[in-house]
């Protein structure tokens, strides 16, 4: 648990955001992929919204369309709760 006032570093708000949301469910592997490179793009960005699968690495596996095909059409709402949990993490 975080103490008031302690800083983060853009690596553990990521891996503290990641596994609030992990708690939640179960995914699969193909998932768990993406979630990697989402977790990537977190520690650089802060934040992910689709209009950033159209790069790297996101693009090289398939862009919004693969990335939502592989979390069943609910990639949006996924990345809401993700990039809510950055907020509280």
Do not use: C
């Not at 992990?22 to 193909?30: A, H, I, L």
């Not at 790069?55 to 990345?79: D, M």
Request: hydrophobic fraction near 40%; aromatic fraction near 8%.
């Amino acid at each position: 648990m975080r103490r008031k006032g302690e800083l983060l570093s853009a690596e553990q708000r990521v891996d503290r955001a990641m596994s609030k949301v992990k708690e939640s469910r179960k995914f699969t592997p193909e998932q768990e992929n993406w979630l990697q490179y989402i977790g990537d793009h977190l520690v650089r960005n802060l934040v992910v919204d689709e209009p950033d699968f159209k790069f790297i690495p996101f693009s090289r596996h398939g862009g919004w369309e693969k990335a939502n095909l592989v979390f069943g059409g609910k990639l949006a709402p996924l990345l809401e709760t993700i990039n809510v949990a950055m907020v509280t993490a």
